[in-house]
């Protein structure tokens, strides 16, 4: 598929351009993101459909499962194609309960480095994101010495970039004064807009900001705008969200997830469509109800 059907590419470094509809590998393990597949073929299956669409990028945590996700790509992909990147995340792990406990200690990041390695059967890891914060916000303070741990790992050549995940803007500079960043993964979509000035900052920079959660979190209200906007343009609301994400700014990266080679195919589906002016004035209203 041309890129240009994917949203375009983004180039971040000289060994990392990233097609702009990526591709989410969560949904890939079981509920609650633990334990295999509902149907490990149809997990296989997308996968190699992602490929086969010209997608660039996945994302990934060794946490997925926990193992369970990076061995699929391992199995379903590897040897991998060398324009595909997988961007992988450390900071958590999962506890027996299924909770995801903060795991941000020297200890923890490196044994972090070297699963995500050794499960998807790689020498180097292309991108690993430094997860820190809560789930949607940002938590005040320093990631000065988790990311160090980061850095000299990517000193020693297990990682060739590094991002940060769940942080605000004065914790991107930090890191930035540590290593070079080239991505960052917050909470951001159509309906909650708290991040637009680091959105807009990244794009000045030429930094990826890639927005989890991309689909969630709408009032009934703003849900019916989608819709309306939507019928409009005969797509899906799901695809308009992830269009107006795409349109809203240059370096933003996309990583929808889902375990169906249909709903994979109706999401890269998004990237071609353009809203015109009204309906984004439509859309970007959503954000201040």
């Given at each position: ?9 983004l180039k971040l470094a000289d060994d990392l351009t990233l097609s702009r509809m990526g591709y989410g ?265």
């Open positions: 598929m041309p890129t240009a059907l994917l949203g375009g590419s590998a969560m949904q890939l393990a079981g509920p609650g993101v633990w334990g295999p597949p509902r149907d490990r073929g149809e997990a296989v299956a997308v996968l190699r459909e992602v490929v086969k669409c010209g997608i660039t990028h996945i994302d990934t945590s060794d946490y997925y499962g926990p193992h369970i996700v990076n061995e699929l790509i391992r199995d379903a992909l590897h040897p991998y194609p060398k324009e595909l990147h997988v961007v992988t995340k450390v900071g958590a792990r999962r506890a027996p309960d299924k909770s995801w406990p903060v795991a941000l200690s020297r200890e923890e990041l490196t044994t972090a480095v070297h699963d995500n390695l050794k499960h998807l059967r790689l020498d180097t890891l292309d991108v690993v994101n430094l997860r820190v914060g809560d789930f949607d916000r940002p938590t005040p303070g320093s990631i000065a010495e988790p990311f160090s741990v980061l850095a000299a790992l990517r000193q020693q050549g297990l990682i060739r970039h590094l991002g940060v995940s769940n942080v605000s803007a004065e914790q991107l500079t930090e890191a930035q004064s540590i290593a070079p960043v080239v991505c960052v993964q917050n909470n951001y979509n159509v309906a909650s807009r708290h991040d637009s000035e680091l959105v807009s900052r990244c794009a000045r920079e030429g930094i990826a900001y890639t927005p989890y959660f991309p689909l969630g979190g709408f009032t009934p209200l703003q849900s019916a705008v989608l819709d309306a906007v939507a019928s409009r343009r005969g797509a899906s609301p799901r695809q308009v969200a992830l269009a107006w994400l795409l349109q809203h700014s240059p370096t933003i990266l996309l990583i929808p997830g889902t375990s169906s080679v249909g709903h994979l195919r109706e999401n890269i589906a998004a990237a071609a469509i353009k809203l015109p002016a009204d309906a984004i004035e439509e859309l970007d209203r959503i954000g201040a109800r």
